[in-house]
């Protein structure tokens, strides 16, 4: 150590650290491990390491350099190395837990991490941050609300967050979680993956992606019989959130084997001098009539028996609008059309049968906010076949 320089490390460890906090009570081991190097002539602290460990509950470690420290503070901080038991944390602060959830176990490794680049003026930070969660083997069981959230890993990610002034001016976040199973009450989900890409800028545009997908377990409360429905859910959209302009490219969603669904729209503003915005939506929907029957119990139908062609059918719905700067309708107008095909019934009890060929149904209908006036017409078309008793 000189008159300009200093360097310091060392090891702090305290075997039992006692916090008392409005009656409540903590204690937790405790080791500081430091290295740092300070040149007064130039305002450079060089942070080699500062690592915080109370074993086995929690470590991290922190590190970097901060240049001009009394004046400009230009920051390069680093967390990394992070381990957060979330098991061991919870049974050291259990006198902080509210009653409500004192059966509440939580088990698992969170990592976060960050690295922080640029200075800290009195306007507030300037600079760029990454940082990051990462996740190991988390579980969840509340058995007061019946509910089991089973193996998950997670990993989410804030890139290339641009601040100025403490305010995020764009960044880009990523995230990915699998969970094995989770369950609430009489209802589960097995396999569930989510997946998120997304751009964000404070001038307006934004962008993200979306996967989804799993497999629920619903009870036989719906349909008389329990059954699973696989799911696959992708959604791509972009916009700008100062011009209120949002289109949803595609989000489609695959119930295999039951039904498919896409669907697109899209909300722009208006032309100047008006404020409001045009908006319009087209769904197409696509039922799988024999697998949805299957799912019915026979003594449901008491001796109706449904029987399903491999034709498709379709529900499609097609609307346009313009909207206030508040999102309320001044008009809309609507168009669906519903279309089914080659359905077979048998009413044993009779003895009557019958062929559905084709039926099709057809609604159009219109919106005016002036006069508040619905208006709409509906058309009806089917065909049957081989029809006796």
């Known amino acids: 150590m000189s008159s300009e320089d200093a360097h310091l490390n060392g090891t702090l460890q305290v075997e039992q650290l006692a916090v008392a906090l409005q009656d409540k009570h903590i204690q937790l081991p405790l080791a500081m491990k430091f290295d740092t190097a300070i040149h007064l002539p130039t305002e450079h602290l060089d942070l080699k390491q500062l690592t915080i460990e109370s074993d086995p509950a929690l470590r991290l470690t922190l590190s970097g350099a901060i240049n001009e420290f009394l004046t400009q503070k230009a920051v390069n901080l680093s967390l990394a190395d992070t381990d957060l038991d979330l ?32 200075s800290l003026p009195d306007s507030g930070f300037q600079g760029t941050i990454h940082a990051g969660l990462d996740g190991k083997n988390v579980e969840l069981h509340y058995p007061e609300l019946a509910l089991t959230v089973g193996p998950t890993d997670l990993a989410f990610t804030a890139q290339e967050l641009q601040i100025q002034e403490n305010v995020p001016l764009r960044g880009h976040v990523s995230g990915k979680l699998s ?78 084997p039951y039904a498919t669904l896409q669907m697109n729209g899209v909300i722009q503003p208006q032309s ?60 809309a107008k609507a168009t669906a059309a519903l279309k089914l095909s080659s359905l077979h019934a048998q009413a044993k009890p009779f003895g009557a049968e019958g062929t559905l060929q084709q039926l099709t149904f057809l609604l159009s209908s219109g919106y005016q906010e002036t006069n508040g006036a619905i208006q709409g017409t509906v058309g009806f078309s089917s065909n049957f076949s081989d029809l006796h008793a």
């Open 87 to 118: 098991e061991k944390i919870l049974a050291l602060a259990k006198d902080f837990v509210p009653p409500e959830l004192a059966t509440v176990s939580i088990r698992g490794i969170l990592s976060p991490s960050f690295t922080l680049t640029g």
């Open 272 to 331: 100047a001098p008006k404020e409001g915005m045009d908006a319009s939506l087209k769904l197409r929907l696509s039922p799988k009539i024999s697998a949805i029957l299957s799912l019915i119990p026979k003594d449901r139908l008491q001796g109706l028996v449904l029987q399903k062609e491999s034709e498709p059918d379709t529900f499609v719905l097609h609307a346009t609008g313009a909207l206030h700067p508040d999102f309320r309708p001044e008009w």
């Open 179 to 256: 969970t094995h199973d989770v369950t609430f009450q009489a209802y589960g989900i097995q396999k569930f993956n989510f997946m998120l890409q997304s751009d964000y800028q404070v001038s307006g545009p934004f962008s993200g992606n979306l996967k989804v997908s799993g497999t629920t377990a619903l009870p036989g409360e719906l349909l008389g019989t329990p059954f699973t429905l696989p799911f696959a859910v992708t959604l791509d959209t972009s916009g700008n959130h100062h011009t209120r302009h949002i289109e949803v490219k595609h989000l489609n969603a695959d119930l295999s």
